[in-house]
């Protein structure tokens, strides 16, 4: 929901930069919110930072713990590099207490006080301290204490209308211990924000965080990844691409290669998306990193991200073929980065690409391959939507994105783990091919949205030169089907005598097509 003056509002930052982009600003101060999630989904650590956030501000702040020894938050809080000498943090349960018979009959404890005398002294330290941002953890023992469903209400209730009055942010903690289905807070507070945790079969556990209401206020809905590590919370906003674009001029991307460009139209288009399609060992990778190194040579950098095969195995293969990979690495013009798909949810991987080329101003992004991104992905469904909002936002930004997809099978009939050919706007096919006792290579493009490109089906070869193409198979038929019938007569390009590369090559230096 949108406010009318929603852009004159001020808000109460949360100390964490992607929360405060999913709440369009933060929480509007002088309201109480609820953060909810099961025990480990990251609650306190949230908590923490909102309050450490208003420390920080020069704000007094209240951290208010009914579960919790202070000296637990200390260590918590220690663990991310912070010290909460700043902050106000009062024990509704202190630990020794519990062993001091004289205050039997006062201790704050769930099983043994009265609701109202808790209440009460919430309330004392919140009139002792006067703060602007407030933490109430956990509500599960005040739960506990109401026993009823009506009189937690109430005395929810109760509690926010305390809280008005003094004109304090307050963020509430709930470890998802009611009743399946009870929203009786959920319609109390001014915002909801859930935190989850998701288990895979295999890999880390994911995290995510949605809101579920906020009156008044417009958010950004849907699901959002975050991770915790040392330093706190990292939020990663879902992406939209619409919200971002910027001016660009296209033009062609020639690889500098005359038979490739050619087949190409002339080259891929600047500012659009190319997916290279074809089973294992055809030549995407390095198809792909041969638009990387052009882009450099035009005085460009490149971003290199590599799900699936390990760097040093990458860069010395890569070597062998006469790229110098480590090279350009260290020269600045290659931003080189493993992605492991088991431990970087989908969230996380669109932050990382987005960072780096709005950073290093990256005009050339390589996804090698999209089978990788693919696992980091609960659903197939889901990879379509995150592919398409991360090349729509990659195409405003004026960066060319190559995309490979390994097909299942070798040669006859393959289908790809998953079809976005209809998202990129450009097509490379690979095929292997057999002729004459011999696998060869085959390159095609099946698609191209902007201009015309070659409708014909070449044979390259890789070798100590690199890639290198020959001329268009007019005489073949079922090429890309992977066993094709030879309708011409024998031809120096088939000849057994010279090895396929040599033959290659030998044709592609008339025209320079030796990359």
């Not at 493009?445 to 001329?471: M, P, Q």
Request: aromatic residues 6%.
């Amino acid at each position: 929901m949108t406010s009318p003056n929603s852009q004159t509002k001020t808000y109460a930052k949360t100390g964490i930069a992607g929360l405060d982009e999913v709440l369009c600003g933060g929480f509007s101060p002088g309201h109480v919110f609820l953060l909810e999630g099961e025990p480990g989904a990251g609650k306190t650590t949230v908590a923490l930072q909102f309050v450490l956030e208003g420390a920080s501000l020069g704000e007094k702040t209240l951290y208010i713990t009914l579960a919790e020894s202070a000296a637990e938050l200390r260590q918590s809080a220690a663990s991310h590099g912070w010290s909460l000498d700043d902050l106000t943090l009062f024990e509704v349960v202190t630990p020794e207490s519990l062993l001091d018979r004289e205050h039997q009959q006062s201790l704050l404890y769930s099983s043994d006080l009265e609701l109202g005398e808790t209440t009460k002294q919430i309330f004392d330290a919140v009139d002792r301290v006067k703060p602007a941002r407030v933490v109430i953890d956990s509500l599960s023992e005040i739960r506990l204490l109401a026993q009823s469903s009506l009189r937690y209400r109430r005395q929810i209730l109760a509690i926010k209308h305390y809280f008005a009055k003094h004109n304090a942010t307050v963020l509430m903690l709930d470890d998802l211990t009611a009743e399946e289905g009870d929203k009786t807070v959920h319609s109390v507070v001014h915002g909801v924000v859930r935190l989850e945790e998701l288990v895979p079969n295999y890999g880390a556990e994911r995290r995510r965080l949605r809101v579920l209401k906020y009156r008044g206020q417009r958010y950004r809905g849907g699901h959002h990844d975050f991770t915790i590590a040392t330093g706190g919370v990292q939020i990663f906003p879902r992406l939209v691409a619409s919200e971002h674009r910027k001016g660009f001029e296209r033009h062609k991307l020639p690889t500098g290669n005359a038979a490739f460009d050619a087949l190409l139209g002339g080259g891929a288009d600047g500012g659009s998306s190319t997916l290279i399609l074809g089973p294992a060992g055809t030549g995407k990778s390095l198809i792909a990193i041969v638009f990387a190194m052009a882009a450099i040579a035009r005085g460009e950098k490149a971003a290199l991200f590599i799900f699936d095969e390990e760097i040093g195995l990458l860069a010395s293969r890569m070597k062998q073929l006469g790229i110098d990979l480590d090279g350009a690495a260290d020269a600045g013009h290659l931003m080189i980065q493993q992605i492991d798909a088991a431990e970087m949810s989908p969230g996380e991987f669109a932050h990382q690409v987005r960072a780096t080329v709005d950073s290093q101003n990256i005009k050339t992004v390589i996804i090698d391959s999209l089978n990788g991104y693919q696992a980091a992905m609960p659903e197939e469904n889901e990879l379509v939507l995150h592919v398409h909002e991360l090349l729509q936002y990659l195409n405003r930004q004026g960066a060319t994105t190559f995309m490979t997809v390994a097909q299942h099978g070798l040669v006859g009939n393959m289908d790809a783990p998953l079809d976005i050919t209809y998202l990129a706007d450009t097509v490379i096919l690979l095929r292997y091919f057999e002729a004459f006792g011999e696998v060869r290579r085959a390159v095609s493009v099946i698609k191209k949205r902007t201009g015309e490109h070659e409708l014909t089906i070449r044979e390259f070869s890789i070798g100590a030169n690199g890639l290198a193409l020959g001329e268009p198979l007019v005489k073949f038929h079922g090429v890309l089907n992977g066993v094709p019938s030879y309708t011409g007569a024998a031809s120096p390009l088939l000849e057994p005598q010279q090895t396929n590369d040599d033959k290659l090559t030998s044709l592609s230096a008339k025209s320079g097509s030796v990359l």
